[in-house]
């Protein structure tokens, strides 16, 4: 299953927006490869202007600097991400369901694609995610970007995953809590898998299949928590 969508992006983000001109597709595009390929503290806009045989200055007219068009990035990301939640578990019919398929939907277990957007495949943007979204907030400038409402997307999306916790336990004390942690250990998990397999309990099969195992006995086992 396709769909199309056009996902909305903070325009305090960008100078001009990049949806508006090939060009600043092509930005988009070839800058979420070359972040993910590179990384944030490597890629740099000259390096992007050879991959897109153009000047350097032609970047700065979209993006004031790399770190907004890592937050371009990761926002639509999680639009996206919130968008399949959203879909996806409209019709079902408990917080089990829902909460299973809210796991599937987070390690890319779902199947279908999402058509527009930035015209990146989304395998690119969940390892570009797994590897660079820590470093879109922990900065010394998180505050003021977060006034700017930078985080809205990564906010949103905990927050439709906690409703989903609370549909599951309503007395539970730490449903946001337990969304943000969740978002971060599913691409921490994978990439220690990868990378850093000691440091997990699935290294040597590097399955997500068990990542997902892993998942399912910490929000379950963490919901059905009782304090006292």
Known sequence: MTWQLQIQMNEKLFLRDPAS??????????????????GLEEFTFKKLAVELNTNESSIYRYFENKHRLLLYLVGWYWRWQEYLVMVHTANLPNATSKIDTVLSILLHRIDGDLMGGPAVEKRVLQSLVTKENSKSYLTSHVTEDNQQLFFKPYKDL????????LEYNPAFQYSRSLASTLLEMVHHQHFFMQHLPSLT?????????????????????????RVG
């Open 21 to 38: 001109s090939e060009l600043g597709k092509r930005i988009v595009q070839q800058g979420a490869i070359l972040i993910e390929r590179v």
């Open 158 to 165: 905990c927050a439709r995953i906690a409703q989903i916790f």
């Open 201 to 225: 309990d699935f290294g040597q099969l590097k399955d997500d299949q068990e990542i997902l195992s892993f998942l399912k006995h910490l929000v379950y086992g963490t919901l059905g928590y």
